[in-house]
């Protein structure tokens, strides 16, 4: 099967990272940069080039550059009823559609950059006239990546990249919080570094094991007039939780708000 990737960025590093250590796959990326050619083929022995070739229809096209460049970037391509993906955000099917010729034969994708491990999760949407097959396909490649989870309808993309696309940077933020709070502490930069990725690794995989609501593992660690009660009473003060909330909301937010100026 022969997937071309339109823009070798970190998102198709980390998607041709997991298709090629699936198998499989014949992989072409298409980027105008050459250290990016260069990392890729040279990582991930891949081909690479600076234009597309003319598809077949039995290709699959993963369109992975930045959205204000997409009408720019696909001028011009003769896709010859591809399979086209699409990990843009901001960028509807039908704008697609548009920038493709009125082509229709096209899939959303929001992935996230745990990607880059095989742990990533990604949100995917199809059309009512997508075969199943073409459904499967998008499935199985985002599947050497992580999990997948499909959705209703394609405005359920701008939600999901509040939640699980920006969401790695939601906890990256908390680990370094954590860790500043540990080195005001007394603990040197490794060491917090270390307590703080040990503790949130354990949680993560606590929670997971146990299948437990993280509601009730929160109570399990918490007695009253305790030092988690002191800590997550503070939190509460602040109102930790509907920050968090409106934090994610703003993020969906601003993903419609891209989505209206990226349409023609």
């Known amino acids: 099967m022969k997937v071309y990737f339109l823009g070798g960025g970190n998102m198709t590093s980390a998607i041709v990272a997991g298709m090629t ?12 940069n050459q250290d990016k050619r260069h990392y890729l083929s040279s990582c991930y022995q891949v081909r690479t080039s600076d234009k597309l070739t003319e598809l077949a229809a039995t290709d699959i096209l993963i369109l992975a550059v930045k ?16 399979l086209v993906l699409s990990i843009a955000a901001g960028l509807t ?3 697609l559609s548009q920038f493709l ?8 994708i929001m992935p996230n ?3 880059q491990i095989g742990l990533g999760i990604s949100g995917i949407f199809a059309p009512s006239g997508i075969s199943a097959a073409d459904k499967a396909v998008a499935e199985n490649i985002m599947r050497t ?3 997948v989870i499909w959705l209703e309808d394609e405005n359920s ?10 969401g790695p940077a939601y906890v990256f933020y908390f680990l370094n919080a954590l860790q500043h709070a540990a080195i005001q502490q007394g603990f040197n930069p490794e060491e917090a570094y270390r307590l703080t990725l040990g503790t949130f690794k ?6 997971e094991q146990s299948g437990l609501e993280f509601s009730q593992l929160q109570k399990n660690v918490t007695s009253k007039g305790g030092t988690t009660f002191a800590a997550t009473s503070v939190f509460d003060q602040h109102h930790l939780t509907q920050v968090i909330i409106d934090g994610v909301t703003a993020s969906v937010v601003r993903a419609e708000e891209m989505q209206q100026q990226l349409t023609p």
Do not use: F, W
């Open 21 to 32: 250590k699936h198998g499989g796959y014949e992989i072409e990326v298409i980027d105008r």
């Open 67 to 82: 959205p204000q460049d997409m009408q720019q970037a696909t001028a011009g391509i003769r896709l010859n009823g591809a």
């Open 93 to 95: 099917i039908n704008t």
């Open 101 to 108: 010729g009125n082509h229709q034969r096209i899939i959303r």
């Open 113 to 115: 950059t745990p990607c």
């Open 145 to 147: 990546t992580g999990e």
């Open 157 to 166: 993309i701008n939600r999901i990249a509040g939640i699980s696309g920006s």
């Open 202 to 207: 354990g949680a993560v995989n606590l929670a």
